[in-house]
C-alpha cells in the first residue's frame, strides 16, 4: 500500500452532522490488514497428492523433530532461517509448509504469502499427516 493510499484511509470520508446533531466521522484504519493463511487438512493433501498434485511441502520444524519423522519429499528449511533462505523457494509453486501440529506452518505461511508466494498451511501438522495415515520416512 503506497503513501496515498495510507492517507486516504486516514482521512477516508468527510464527517456529516446526522439530525441528531451527534457527529458522524468514518472510522480510519491505520493498521496493516491480517493475511488470511489458507489451510489444509492432512486428508485433502493425502488426497491432492494422490491425485497427482504436488505441492511443495515445507517442513519448518527443527531438525531434532524432523528426524523423529517427516512427509517424503519434503524439504527441510528450519522456521528461523526461512528469512534468509527464501532465494531457494520456487515463486511459482502451490507450498504447502508442514510443522509439528500446524501453528508455526501457520506463521510461516503468513510470512511467505506477505512476500509474494503462494502458501498454505497444513492444520494439524505431522502429528494429524500420521493420525490421517499419511506416509512418514526416519532419518
Same mark, same amino acid.
Given at each position: 500500500?503506497?503513501?496515498?493510499?495510507? *492517507?486516504?484511509?486516514?482521512?477516508?470520508?468527510?464527517?456529516?452532522?446526522?439530525?441528531?446533531?451527534? =457527529? !458522524?466521522?468514518?472510522?480510519?484504519? &491505520?493498521?496493516?490488514?491480517? #493475511?488470511? !493463511?489458507?489451510? !489444509?487438512?492432512?486428508?485433502? *493433501? #493425502? %488426497?491432492?497428492?494422490?491425485?497427482?498434485?504436488?505441492?511443495?511441502?515445507?517442513?519448518?520444524?527443527?531438525?531434532?523433530?524432523?528426524?523423529?519423522?517427516? $512427509?517424503?519429499?519434503?524439504?527441510? #528449511? !528450519?522456521?528461523?532461517? #526461512? =528469512?534468509?533462505? *527464501? %532465494?531457494? &523457494?520456487?515463486?511459482?509453486?502451490d507450498i504447502v509448509v508442514v510443522c509439528a501440529h500446524g501453528n508455526r506452518s501457520y506463521s510461516v505461511a503468513g510470512y &511467505? $504469502?506477505?512476500?509474494?508466494?503462494?502458501?498454505?498451511? &497444513?492444520?494439524?501438522?505431522?502429528?494429524?499427516?500420521? %493420525?490421517?495415515?499419511?506416509? $512418514?520416512?526416519?532419518?
Open positions: 500500500m503506497g503513501l496515498l493510499d495510507s *492517507l486516504k484511509r486516514a482521512f477516508a470520508g468527510p464527517s456529516s452532522m446526522p439530525a441528531s446533531g451527534a =457527529p !458522524v466521522t468514518t472510522a480510519s484504519k &491505520l493498521e496493516p490488514e491480517e #493475511i488470511r !493463511v489458507p489451510e !489444509v487438512t492432512a486428508a485433502e *493433501l #493425502i %488426497a491432492e497428492r494422490r491425485n497427482g498434485a504436488a505441492p511443495m511441502l515445507l517442513d519448518c520444524r527443527e531438525n531434532y523433530e524432523r528426524r523423529q519423522g517427516y $512427509i517424503p519429499g519434503s524439504t527441510h #528449511i !528450519v522456521m528461523r532461517e #526461512i =528469512p534468509s533462505r *527464501l %532465494a531457494e &523457494l520456487d515463486r511459482a509453486a &511467505l $504469502i506477505e512476500n509474494g508466494f503462494r502458501a498454505r498451511s &497444513l492444520r494439524g501438522g505431522t502429528a494429524g499427516w500420521l %493420525a490421517q495415515g499419511g506416509e $512418514i520416512s526416519r532419518g
